[in-house]
């Protein structure tokens, strides 16, 4: 997974400041993941990241009726490289904003929830994702 | 109210009115055939509506395929034809479907803009942009 607290320092000049770089985040996640301040900070700057993220794809995308096309957008596919983390974001913004992220939901935990008969119908698909999500422990 | 995108340039020139809010319940696809409760849509992993025996995939032949499932035929224009519904179908390579239209009256189109709002316009205002041209019109009987 991609370490957002880390994103804005990802361009290391030289190769001594990289292998500096790659020490400072795998101390993180080797001696502070577990911290809850540490954890509560990461879940406030994923929040953010993704609003921004979201902001910028549904702007570029929301003329577009082809949703697999939308999932090549740049903004879209750094979404799905957070990860397992992000799924409770996407799942709430499912419940929240009717935002169609179910492709997303699929590829990241390798399951289609969405019955059969619901296919096409955003509200039923939602109420699907949103029972997924409260069995699993996501929201 | 009146609106005009960069992404429609000729929604400067003929109508391009906004008829609803943001609405992620359907799509241009179901619209064009009066439906507001569902998306269509041939995805490859069978999330969204798109009936079983009409190929799934976006080429223009394939969104054909699926109005005639629904009861159109191919005619030649967008004349306005009393009895008659017609939709339009665009694209921007003449390979792939990027949106459909349906008719109104004499004068206007209605379209689903994507996961955004409706609009209504002229097939010029919409066309030779985000969606490029109409490639195929059909028709149906009204009132079947």
């Known amino acids: 997974m991609n370490n957002v607290l880390f994103e804005n320092y ?30 509560k900070m990461y879940i406030e700057a994923l929040q953010l990241h993704f609003e921004k993220l ?8 929301r003329l577009n009726s082809n949703s697999y096309l939308s999932t090549q957008h740049p903004a879209y596919l750094k979404i799905l490289s957070f990860g397992q983390h992000i799924v409770p974001f996407l799942i709430r913004d499912l419940r929240d904003n009717k ?9 990241l ?23 997924w999500g409260e069995q699993n422990g996501m929201i | 109210m009146a609106i005009s995108f960069q992404q429609f340039p000729n929604s400067q020139r ?28 041939p995805d490859p992993v069978g999330i969204f509506f798109w009936p079983v025996g009409i ?15 629904l009861g159109y035929e191919c005619c030649d224009d967008g004349e306005f034809e009393a009895g008659y519904e017609k939709v339009a179908i665009f694209s921007v390579d003449n390979v792939t ?7 109104l009256n004499v004068s206007s189109w209605t379209s689903k803009l994507g996961k955004d709002m409706d609009v209504s316009h002229s097939i010029f205002s919409i066309s030779g942009g985000y969606y490029g041209n109409v490639v195929q019109f059909l028709k149906r009987q009204a009132n079947r």
């Open chain 2, 55 to 69: 190929p799934r995939n976006y080429s223009i032949k394939a969104y054909i395929a699926l109005y005639q499932y």
């Open chain 1, 99 to 107: 935002i169609h992220w179910f492709l997303a939901l699929s590829t």
């Open chain 1, 10 to 39: 990802s361009d290391a000049l030289t190769m001594e400041a990289d292998i500096v770089e790659r020490e400072r985040e795998r101390s993180f996640n080797v001696y502070l993941t577990n911290n809850e301040y540490i954890t």
């Open chain 1, 109 to 131: 935990t390798g399951v289609n929830p969405i019955q059969e008969q619901h296919a096409g119908k955003i509200d039923d698909m939602i109420a699907d994702w949103l029972r």
């Open chain 2, 14 to 41: 003929e109508p391009f009115t906004k008829t609803s809010d943001f609405d992620t319940s359907y799509n241009c696809i179901a619209w064009a055939a009066e439906d507001s409760s569902r998306w269509y849509e």
């Open chain 1, 54 to 61: 979201k902001a910028k794809w549904l702007s570029d995308t």
């Open chain 2, 97 to 103: 479907a990027s949106h459909a239209s349906r008719q």
